[in-house]
């Protein structure tokens, strides 16, 4: 039985290998996988900038950043040991759900086989984070790097995976018994940190941004902090060893061995209904992201639509039909309510930095740094992240190709909904940012009214994120199967393809906003004789319409190229 | 939408070819559906049905030859002909996010379809669909999401019905229904093409038979008009001709 586990492994990653090898005969693949290969190979070879030994770039990080990080781990062990989405590390294909729970493998071997298997993420993970360590300067070998990250994250998964036995319901003697000693090492851990944090910060600033910032990283180098987070330091040491040392390698592999014990021991639970359970949940949460939910289905409080959220006339213009489809997919999987509550956070974290006792010119930027990240990210990702466009629509093509419109229309409907989206909630981030700035650190536009200034920064943010959507959905169609397989089976191809995905999303971006520049200081060269405002207005305005007309001719050749993809491109 | 705008038949299908790589799944393939008639589209597995339905559709673009829907090509005018059409496949595409109802107020929008206020709540009763008006479809049986299907494509009243196995996965009831649904359409005058296995269901609606193996049409006609031209399959029933044709029986025509 074991090697028939073994052969089912090994053949099934062997023929996806395959399968993604055998894309790179279309030249459009083969060109990406190139460009992928340089872009990979530029991470490896950085000819002249490897630092010198005892020089480590990465130190600082370390000083400064470690506590951050440790920090997300233990909010994330709060989640996983609280959370009911634990119990998803013991999720299995459907197939090995219909296959092997019937037969007569034993849960040890099927919770073994579980653990082999997670090692075929582990360690293409691990690849990628050696390469991008020192890609970000870190001094170590490179076998130290790999031996770093792939220690972390199979710690991680053993953790996550022995955590979800422990949980598998009803909790019963022993499991309870941890069950319980977990959570209230946790909640002691959290207390520990806010307890040694809070005070420590209020009452070491002294009304600068330095101050306040000094005071938080050393209340968390003392105690009762710095003892919450010394387990987590202890997973972050071999990022920081020069050599397989033992002081700082050992602890996580210790930990390692434990965890396997633990799950070895574990693993008798009768977690079939749980698994097949979380196997449902899973493939679920996997198909709504793919179409661009943020929430499972299984989660959606109800399976009956509420009322008619927006009218949709019986006749006009019959694009409007799929921006009216999209609008409704996008509020019916959450992403009004995400947005609602991220404008929320938002909200309500300005004003504690406006509270916050900080005087001087520092006090508007810290005040602007929530909206401003949040507006930075929502520029840079949030075209990645609102997926209902063909994204979500490419795996209805053969329904799609069916309705009695061009492709360019299509292509223009399916733009509009995430580039509107979006919009929305970067104007309404800048409306928070306003209102939270006191009217005297409002920035001043001259003769501009603010209104008229915040219009045209919308207009600019609209015609970006159309750009945005626009490459997004061009690479869908272009490499749809990439773009499939990377949400279904996270793996070194869709870990690879997503890291260059994004590259080449971002230089493309990049490229597409040289003619706005230059239309954009045209205007301005020609407009200089004008008061200085309204060049300045003018150049802005050029930039943005160039970048609008972009937009427009991308969507031709773009509806062509979907009017000639064939539902099997997309499988 | 049943009216053509010339009195050309409503599927007209010349030399339809369609290869992927070396792989030629449909070799210079002919036919003509007018209005009213029902066409069956038999033949054995990969013999090339879907392939060609999903080309009559615009699904997938031919290699080469023409299809013309309602006198428009489908090629160079392809929104004037879906508007024309309506296709049903074995496995129904919905939309997670649209109910039910919202489903066919979407197909109207996009067929511009002015009676849809109308129409809808008639074929949702048709269907047997209307307690379930405001359910997602995560929530419907496979047997209701084809009913929904069915209905998203009868709403636009189309010239020409393309269905793929249209019976998949409905219990006898809905059968039954869908069979004398599908005759109904056919008497008011759309062109159906029909693919499926189930023999008895091509027998019963189909007035004429298309024949397709390995890609290629083995023998059209009414079974009479295939029997008349093959002497040798005389007095055979519909399943005995079908496997007589396809070779599924040794030593018999289509034997390879």
Known sequence: MIAALWYLIWRTTVNRLTRQLQRVRSPRYAAAMLIGVVF????????????????????????????????????????LWFSRDTLLALAFPPAEVQLLFPAPVSRRVLIAYRVARTQLLVVPNAIFWMFALRYWGSTQPAVVRFGAAWAFFSFLSLHRLGAALVLVPPARGVRRGVRLVMRAVLVAAVVGLVAGVVPSVFSGAHGDAASTWRALREALLLPPASIALAPFQLLLAPFFAEDFSAAQFAPLLLAIVAQLLWIHLASTVAFEETAAHASHDFAQRMAAFRRGSLVSTQNAPRTVARGRWIPLAPTGAPAVAIVWKNTMSMFRAGVLRGALITLVLIAALTAVLQALPVRGEDKEWIVLMPGGWMLMMSLFLGARVVRHDLRQDLLSLSLLKTYPLRGSQIIMAELAPPTIALTAFQAALIAIMLAFLPASDRPAFASIPLGAAAMIAILALGAINAMSAAIQNAVALMFPAWIQLGARNPGIESLGQSVLSSVGVVLVLGISFVVPVVAGALMWAFTQSLNGDVSMVAAVLAGIFVLAAEVAIAILPLGSLFERTEPSAVK | MNESPTAAPAIEVRDLTKEYGAVRAVAGLSFVVNAGEVLGLVGPNGAGKTTTLRALCGIITPTSGTIRVAGHDLRRDGAAAKAHLAFIPDEPQLFDYLTVEEHLRFTGRLYGVADAPVRIPALLAE??????????????????????????????????????????????????????????????????????????????????????????AIASGTPDQIMTERPELAGLSLEELFLALTGDRPGEPGAS
Not at chain 2, 132 to 147: A, F, I, N
Not at chain 2, 152 to 164: K, Q, T, V, W, Y
């Open chain 2, 127 to 216: 269907m047997e669909l209307t307690e379930k008006r405001s359910v997602l479809p995560l929530e419907l049986s496979r047997g209701m999401r084809q009913k929904l299907a069915i209905a998203c494509g009868l709403l636009h009243r189309p010239s020409a019905l393309i269905l793929d196995e249209p019976l998949t996965g409905l219990d006898p009831a809905g059968i039954r229904r869908m069979r004398a649904t599908i005759a109904a359409r056919a008497q008011e005058g759309t062109a159906v093409v029909l693919s499926s296995h189930l023999l008895h269901l091509v027998e019963a609606l189909c007035t004429t038979l298309l024949v397709i193996h390995r890609g290629r």
């Open chain 1, 40 to 79: 990979l190979a530029s991470m490896v070879w950085q000819p002249g900038s490897m630092p010198e030994r005892g020089d480590d770039p990465f130190a600082p990080i370390r000083a400064a950043y470690g506590w951050g990080i440790a920090s997300l781990l233990l909010l994330g062990a709060v989640h």
